[in-house]
């Protein structure tokens, strides 16, 4: 009964290749993120939800796009991925103040 | 928007001593801040947060300090333990659309805390 999950946890893939990583919550919150973290470990916001609307855009490449079906879910579709796109990609949900986070997925691009 | 710096980026503590890491934010607004651990190849949890509306919190070893005049607030612990080795990340979510002012949840660029034995 994880909080939230997101699949797949490893990805490997060829530059110029177009991918998507699942995120699904299972709490209830009307609130759900996706972060990049680089090698650095910054954690860097890209996109959040409210409510199934976008709410913040990060300045991030239009090669990212984020869909949210429902209030549950939130997946993220990357266009012609580049060698920079390599980082791990959390997804979190909050309703009011903690954020959970998923477990995180890798993203490799070769 | 709201801008969150964390300082020291690394910090290194013998294990008994203590270790504090300090954040700072510009919007006077935001009245919700919480901390973070991210143990290596885990994901980050929170592990203590506060309100505006007191100056400190403590839960255990840990515990954490607000200042809204200076527009800081700093994570102590004491009494480090090798388990505390991890990197920390503050938070401070500036009032957004709703009451919540969750929706932008922008932390700082954490510090990497290792305790020497």
């Known amino acids: 009964d994880t909080a939230v999950s997101q699949t797949p946890k490893y990805l490997v893939t060829q530059m110029g290749n177009d991918k998507s990583i699942k995120c699904e919550q299972n709490l209830g919150h009307d609130t759900m993120y996706w972060y990049k973290q680089d090698s650095k470990k910054f954690l860097k916001i890209m996109f959040s939800?409210?409510?199934?609307?976008?709410?913040i855009n990060e300045t991030v490449p239009n090669r990212f796009s984020p869909k949210s079906p429902d209030k549950a879910h939130l997946n993220l579709h990357i266009n012609s991925l580049e060698l920079g796109d390599s980082a791990v990609y959390f997804c979190?949900?909050?309703?009011?103040?903690?954020?959970?986070f998923g477990q995180g997925t890798r993203l490799t691009v070769v | 928007g709201e801008n969150v710096e964390q300082h020291p980026s690394t910090l290194s503590v013998q294990e008994g001593d203590s270790a504090v890491i300090k954040c700072t934010y510009s919007d006077s607004a935001s009245n919700y801040f919480p901390w973070y651990k991210q143990e290596l190849g885990k994901r980050p949890q929170l592990i203590i947060d506060i309100r505006s509306n007191v100056g400190e919190k403590k839960d255990q070893r840990i515990a954490v300090t607000l200042n809204k005049t200076a527009k800081h607030f700093s994570l102590h612990i004491t009494e480090t333990q090798p388990e505390d080795s991890a990197v920390y990340f503050c938070?401070?979510?500036?009032?957004?659309?709703?009451?919540?002012?969750?929706?932008?949840?922008?932390f700082g660029t954490g510090t990497r805390l290792t305790i020497i034995p």
């Open positions: 938070a401070a979510p500036p009032r957004g659309i709703s009451n919540f002012g969750n929706e932008k949840l922008t």
């Open positions: 979190a949900s909050s309703h009011t103040s903690e954020a959970f």
């Open positions: 939800y409210n409510n199934k609307e976008l709410i």
